[in-house]
């Protein structure tokens, strides 16, 4: 019997692992929140606010827990232009866009502009972490059931949606979100 010749071990330098480990545990959790998503979403009875997440229908109301005390209620902004922002702690485009957001908020906050963050999958530990280390002052809110997440039909991180004063979707915009195109959307939104 020929002896087997063992396959040379491949040496990641640590930068590689570390984003090979970021990408694996994104898709993990990316993989986590799609399946739940489905199957929820297979098992509910089709609503008129989830099943017509689009421009120029109203956006669907929801009610989340803040990390620093107190809710957030959608319908309790009405009047005001409203930005909903769908992120995670370990998600890299998420933490690209989000020094934008924070900057974008300062901004415009005295315009009237409504900005707030919500997190279906980390503990409220992880996200005070992630946000605490961002510097971000907006609120951020935990979708702890992921009620929020299916009724916006969220399935790929970042996601944002942009609602007018009337609470009716403007548009939305799924990936990563670059400041000038952020403030370009907040500009039509304050129209």
Same mark, same amino acid.
């Given at each position: 019997m020929a002896k087997e010749k063992a396959l040379p071990r491949v040496r990641l330098p640590k930068l590689r692992r570390s984003l090979l480990a970021t990408a694996l545990a994104t898709a993990a959790v990316l993989g986590v929140v799609a399946a739940v998503a489905f199957y929820s979403l297979s098992r509910q009875q089709? =609503?008129?606010? +989830? +099943? #017509? /997440? @689009? &421009?120029? @229908? &109203?956006? &669907?109301?929801?009610? /989340? +827990?803040?990390?620093?005390?107190?809710?957030f209620r959608l319908s309790e902004q009405r009047g005001r232009p409203t930005v909903v922002n769908f992120w995670y702690a370990s998600c890299p485009p998420c933490r690209l866009e989000m020094p934008d957001f924070e900057q974008t908020w300062r901004e415009y906050k005295d315009r009237g502009l409504v900005l707030v963050g919500i997190n279906p999958s980390d503990t409220a530990e992880e996200a005070r972490r992630f946000v605490d280390e961002i510097g971000v002052t907006y609120p951020i809110g935990l979708d702890t059931d992921l009620q929020v997440l299916l009724n916006y @039909?969220?399935?790929?991180? &970042? =996601?944002?949606?942009?609602?007018?004063?009337?609470?009716?979707?403007? @548009?939305?915009?799924?990936?990563?979100?670059?400041? #000038?195109?952020?403030?370009?959307?907040?500009? #039509?939104?304050?129209?």
């Open positions: 089709e =609503s008129t606010s +989830a +099943a #017509e /997440v @689009r &421009p120029g @229908r &109203p956006a &669907p109301d929801f009610k /989340v +827990a803040l990390l620093n005390g107190g809710t @039909r969220v399935l790929f991180f &970042p =996601s944002t949606v942009f609602i007018h004063r009337d609470g009716t979707i403007l @548009r939305t915009h799924l990936g990563y979100l670059d400041g #000038e195109l952020l403030r370009g959307y907040v500009e #039509e939104l304050l129209q």
